[in-house]
């Protein structure tokens, strides 16, 4: 595959002026699915199901088979509807999606079209230096998940050069809310970051209303990022129509997004340069080169051929049950962030430093796990995204808040040391099992045996004999040299406060 021409980035802000839109799909954690009753693979008790076992004939499209709508689910969709700040429609219908789908058994789709069942919000995002924006949303509709294909035999896990293909089902019917906005411009060099924090203002949106574990990782919640560009309007012109977009699909991180939409951008803005056309066109993010490539040409509405679901009624949320969930609403983003800053007690660095790195729910989670809000924020904001970023992955997909805040307890405890604690840590990404299941086999607990220290200090200060005489003459630093002899006999595992003590009360008493 040819490589593609980039332009500066800033190069081509100054010809072209970015115009943004953004599809993210939202798996609800529903017990079962959108319109059968076997069980939903993005409820937390279902994500080790082997494949083809989750499925019921609604899902596989058997002949016969009828939907039925999941309340629960609408339930939830109203609530991110409520969330978004849309108006939600006193009747919503049903639509079938029709194209090619060979991991949707019936082959085709049921969505909404026309009549979505939330339309018209808006959603503010703070970006790192504390710059509101208004993201302006048209719709956020139902629909199901398609199933999962998995190619085998080729190089890359891509259909191309596969020698063959296998269908997991289990994801098809998956409850799925799309939220679509409308086109963003005035974004300008900022369009990256808007980006990354969009789709994390969607990210807390929904573990707040608690309808979606959002791990994007796990594909609970994917973005789609569409990217135009067009001319800058010379003094007297009238504004440029729209240019043509592409459409980076199922990117799965808020960096992934964000390094996407500037790709795009530079690519896009090389070829208009060079008297090309953008092609309308799906594009494939590849994480491992930061770049886009071809997917399929775009379909606009018409090519689905789009008709009322005649095997579903319409849907009538009553003005009694969208007040009720509006009145559960959970705050909003922006209020939270502040309320939690002020909890917290950190200092303006420190939060936008969770914040920036995408890090607010890991923090939140923990704290509530038990672990102190400042051991929360170093363990997420450094040692896990650290590693995080070293592997291409997100913090939150090496372990979870309550190991971390297990792990923590046990520094607080006086179990572990710092940097017995980063041992552990490494064993619990290695899957070796939770904090103290490692502790107890790796036998990386510190030594609390006074008698154990003792004896270390004692050959420690045999070997350095003038050390006492130093501490005496008030020269306590020089405590330093046993203190370092003994850490390194007990192999790391002593606290080095406590032996600090214990060699005072030596020099003390002698």
């Given at each position: ?166 269908v997991d089902y289990n994801r098809a019917g998956v409850p799925l809310v799309e939220i679509v906005t409308k086109p963003i411009m005035g974004a300008e060099h900022r369009a990256p970051e808007i980006a990354k924090a969009y789709i994390a203002t969607i990210r807390d949106i929904v573990i707040g209303l608690g309808i979606s574990e959002a791990r994007m990782e796990r594909g609970n919640l994917r973005c789609d990022a569409n990217v135009s560009l067009r001319p800058r309007v010379a003094p007297g012109e009238t504004a440029h129509p729209l240019g043509t977009r592409t459409e980076t699909k199922n990117v799965n991180s808020m960096r992934s997004v964000e390094r996407a939409v500037r790709y795009e951008i530079q690519r896009q803005a090389a070829i208009l340069a060079g008297g090309g056309s953008i092609t309308q066109e799906t594009r494939h993010w590849h994480e491992d080169t930061g770049t886009t490539s071809p997917g399929r040409p775009k379909s606009d509405a018409d090519d689905y ?206």
């Open positions: 595959m040819a490589k593609d021409k980039l332009m500066d980035f800033d190069k081509a802000l100054e010809l072209f002026e970015p115009v943004l839109g953004f599809e993210i799909h939202v798996e609800l954690n529903t017990e079962t699915k959108m319109f059968s009753a076997a069980a939903n693979p993005a409820h937390p008790a279902n994500h080790d199901a082997a494949p083809n076992t989750l499925v019921a004939p609604v899902d596989m499209g058997l002949p016969g088979s009828l939907p039925v709508v999941n309340e629960t689910a609408v339930r939830s969709s109203i609530s991110l509807g409520l969330a978004l700040g849309c108006s939600i429609a006193p009747s919503s219908r049903f639509a079938r999606k029709n194209y090619f789908y060979p991991d949707l058994g019936k082959n085709y789709q049921i969505s909404q079209y026309d009549e979505p069942i939330a339309f018209e919000g808006q959603v503010e995002i703070e970006l790192a230096d504390g710059t509101i924006v208004e993201i302006p949303i048209e719709r956020a509709h139902m629909e199901e998940d398609a199933g999962k294909l998995t190619h085998m035999g080729g190089s890359t896990g891509r259909i191309q050069g596969a020698e063959y293909s296998l051929r789009y008709f009322p679901e005649p095997d579903l009624l319409p849907v009538v949320p009553a003005l009694e049950l969208i007040e009720q969930l509006r009145s559960e609403l959970p705050e909003p983003p922006a209020a939270r962030r502040r309320r939690l800053k002020a909890d917290w007690g950190f200092s303006d660095i420190d939060f936008q430093g969770v914040v920036n790195a995408g890090l607010l729910s890991e923090v939140e989670a923990t704290v509530a796990a038990g672990a102190a809000p400042a051991a929360a924020r170093k363990w997420w904001t450094g040692e896990l995204l650290r590693i995080a970023n070293a592997d291409d992955k997100e913090p939150a997909e090496l372990v979870s808040p309550a190991e971390v805040a297990e792990l923590q307890g046990l520094v607080d405890a006086g179990t572990l040391t710092d940097k017995l604690a980063r041992q552990v840590l490494e064993g619990m990404i290695a899957g070796e099992g939770t904090p103290q299941q490692i502790v107890d086999a790796r036998g990386l607990a510190v030594v609390s045996d006074d008698g154990a220290l003792i004896a270390a200090i004692d050959e420690a200060l045999a070997a350095q004999p003038d050390v006492l005489e130093k501490i005496r003459d008030g020269k306590v630093q020089a405590a330093g040299a046993v203190i370092g002899a003994v850490m390194k006999a007990m192999k790391g595992q002593a606290d080095a406060a406590r032996v600090r003590e214990l060699v005072l009360e030596r020099a003390a008493a002698q």
